[in-house]
């Protein structure tokens, strides 16, 4: 009786075990059939499956916690999701979308932002094995807030290019043909900042979206108004600035530590 009873536990904890690892396969799907529709030319299709690929990684993490269903092979198989989805598969995308004109000298370009984005995830995993993650602060910048940067960019440019019927910020409009003309210098230059120990905010952490003056409130409603009538256009600019915004504060904290000291 004992033993039937230790079986039928033993299959609640594999059952309650695998549940999140559904979400996480279903993240490195995502990013499978994104590489596979850039293929066939399907640029928008592919993007938005990398978005499937965001909702499955929010979703993996929360669902393990709340069912206390959190195992080291977990963690491990949420980072090789992750590398196939926010690494490969936009760095794959980038070459087919913008860098292929440039020929032999593309390839570096897709190296480093794939290699970066391995560093990235392995550093993560060493940090929280060891128990110095912070749940506030990420030291560089995220693999998928690097993933953000490129498929919004593609989804934004297609937008001016006739690909979709979707409404564009005609300032940003405006300025795509020349991004697009830096589009190296950008994926080197998120690459770098992944591998960098410049410090971000967590956005998954209720720092990333506190409210604490009037001036937080308007913010907070503009970016929801855009992310509501311009989605594409308002999701680039947010994980633009929200790259941009590690290396403000990064300034910010040597300069004040700098003028303390004085």
């Given at each position: 009786?004992?033993?039937e009873?230790?079986?039928i536990?033993?299959?609640k904890n594999?059952t309650?075990?695998?549940?999140p690892s559904?979400?996480?396969?279903?993240?490195?799907a995502?990013?499978?059939?994104?590489?596979?529709?850039?293929?066939?030319n399907?640029y928008?299709?592919?993007?938005?499956?990398?978005i499937?690929?965001?909702?499955?990684?929010?979703?993996?993490g929360?669902?393990?916690?709340?069912?206390g269903a959190?195992?080291?092979?977990?963690?491990e198989?949420?980072?090789?999701?992750?590398?196939?989805?926010f690494?490969?598969?936009?760095?794959?995308?980038?070459?087919e979308f913008?860098?292929k004109?440039y020929?032999?000298?593309?390839?570096?370009?897709?190296?480093?932002?794939?290699?970066?984005?391995?560093?990235?995830?392995?550093?993560?995993?060493?940090?929280?094995?060891?128990g110095?993650?912070s749940k506030?602060?990420?030291?560089?910048l995220?693999?998928?807030?690097?993933?953000?940067i490129?498929?919004?960019?593609?989804?934004s440019?297609?937008?001016?290019?006739g690909?979709?019927s979707?409404?564009?910020?005609?300032l940003?409009?405006?300025?795509m043909?020349?991004?697009?003309s830096?589009?190296?210098?950008i994926?080197?230059g998120?690459s770098l900042?992944?591998v960098?120990?410049?410090?971000?905010?967590?956005?998954k952490?209720?720092t990333?979206?506190r409210?604490?003056?009037?001036?937080?409130?308007?913010?907070?409603?503009?970016?929801?108004?855009?992310?509501?009538?311009?989605?594409?256009?308002a999701?680039?600019?947010?994980?633009?600035l929200?790259a941009?915004s590690?290396?403000?504060?990064?300034?910010?904290?040597?300069?004040s530590s700098k003028n303390s000291?004085?």
């Amino acid at each position: 009786m004992e033993e039937e009873i230790k079986k039928i536990d033993s299959i609640k904890n594999k059952t309650k075990n695998a549940i999140p690892s559904i979400f996480t396969l279903s993240n490195m799907a995502c990013g499978l059939m994104s590489i596979l529709s850039v293929s066939n030319n399907q640029y928008i299709t592919a993007c938005y499956f990398i978005i499937g690929s965001y909702i499955m990684d929010i979703l993996d993490g929360r669902v393990a916690r709340f069912i206390g269903a959190e195992t080291d092979i977990g963690v491990e198989l949420d980072s090789f999701s992750d590398w196939i989805s926010f690494g490969i598969a936009p760095a794959y995308m980038m070459y087919e979308f913008a860098l292929k004109a440039y020929g032999i000298v593309a390839y570096p370009v897709v190296l480093i932002y794939v290699i970066c984005g391995a560093l990235r995830l392995a550093r993560f995993n060493l940090k929280s094995l060891s128990g110095q993650s912070s749940k506030t602060f990420f030291q560089g910048l995220p693999i998928p807030a690097a993933a953000g940067i490129l498929i919004f960019f593609v989804l934004s440019y297609s937008i001016i290019e006739g690909d979709t019927s979707s409404k564009a910020i005609s300032l940003l409009s405006a300025q795509m043909p020349f991004l697009y003309s830096i589009i190296p210098f950008i994926i080197i230059g998120i690459s770098l900042l992944m591998v960098s120990t410049v410090p971000y905010v967590a956005m998954k952490s209720n720092t990333m979206f506190r409210v604490r003056s009037p001036l937080g409130i308007i913010i907070s409603v503009s970016l929801i108004f855009l992310i509501f009538f311009y989605p594409q256009n308002a999701l680039f600019v947010f994980f633009l600035l929200y790259a941009i915004s590690g290396i403000v504060y990064f300034f910010y904290r040597l300069f004040s530590s700098k003028n303390s000291s004085f």
